[in-house]
């Protein structure tokens, strides 16, 4: 997979993360790959930015971690601290989707052997310390497909099966605004 992420590219593969960078115009000549950081990744979803991070998936046999990548200020090094190293056994399965929100300061996950669940991660910086990490999930009565963010709301597709076997597939949306205004 590839990220934009600050002035460069994020190339990840299943051990290693790589950098492109290049000068003013990108051409053969002027484009450099380099190692940025070697951290474990899964490879199924695909990792998704929220402004000074990439979020992605990890493997850890029937569950699944996710790694905040960032750049530490203070070494200029590339980093990613595992952001689910405190419920090392709550994301059930390969992740199969990921999708965040600067404006909500949240990342949400769907995994493939929990398909009627959305994993939510929602977090608060203030300055340089990160006082908010914390997991929660909302269940489903159908197969959650999709999931995206619009403004404060949640847009969510699902399919649901009726107990004759016949689907149909219905398009919800979570509204997270503290405020009543439409």
Request: glycine share 4%; proline share 3%; charged share 25%.
């Amino acid at each position: 997979h590839a990220v934009p992420f600050k002035d460069s590219l994020l190339l990840f593969s299943d051990l290693t993360q790589f950098k492109m960078t290049a000068d003013d115009l990108l051409t053969p000549d002027t484009v450099s790959v380099n190692v940025s950081a070697q951290f474990e990744a899964s490879l199924t979803a695909k990792p998704v930015s929220a402004g000074r991070y990439v979020f992605f998936g990890v493997d850890k046999g029937k569950w699944s971690g996710i790694r905040e990548y960032f750049v530490d200020q203070a070494t200029e090094t590339d980093d990613a601290q595992e952001i689910t190293s405190h419920v090392p056994e709550y994301l059930l399965g390969d992740i199969k989707t990921l999708t965040a929100s600067t404006n909500e300061d949240m990342l949400l996950a769907i995994t493939v052997d929990d398909p009627n669940t959305i994993y939510a991660y929602s977090y608060y910086w203030k300055g340089q310390e990160k006082l908010q990490s914390s997991w929660s999930k909302w269940k489903f009565t159908g197969n959650v497909l999709a999931c995206a963010f619009n403004k404060s709301n949640i847009d969510v597709l699902i399919r649901y099966t009726d107990s004759g076997g016949s689907h149909s597939v219905c398009l919800e949306r979570i509204n997270l605004s503290t405020d009543e205004a439409e």
